[in-house]
């Protein structure tokens, strides 16, 4: 039964991540300039999961853990704004 709970609690330590990088990624959007000041456009995550056999029940279910969190491939939303200070 405890198994169960593992499996449980290593998806919900999984989407914990997920969240924050969701949560860094809505604070970050419209941030114009990397942790040096420089002006760089901010790249967003996303999480990458994999099976974790380490967790598993005796049904055949498996855990869940965080492979890596990658940077996306996307272009830079560029806006016309006169007044902002990188313009």
């Known amino acids: 039964m405890f ?3 593992d499996v449980s609690t290593s998806a919900l330590v999984a989407q914990r991540t997920r969240l924050n990088t969701i949560s860094s990624n809505l604070a970050n959007m419209s941030t114009t300039r990397n942790e040096s000041g420089q002006p760089e ?3 967003p995550r996303y999480t990458v999961f994999q ?10 279910g498996q855990g869940v ?3 890596s969190v990658e940077y996306a491939n996307v272009q830079p939303d ?4 006169p ?3 990188d313009a």
Do not use: D, I, L, Q
């Open 65 to 67: 853990k965080v492979a």
């Open 83 to 85: 007044g902002h200070p």
């Open 78 to 81: 560029m806006k016309y704004e």
């Open 3 to 5: 198994s169960a709970f």
């Open 51 to 60: 099976t974790n056999a380490e967790v598993s029940t005796a049904g055949g």
């Open 41 to 43: 456009a901010y790249t």
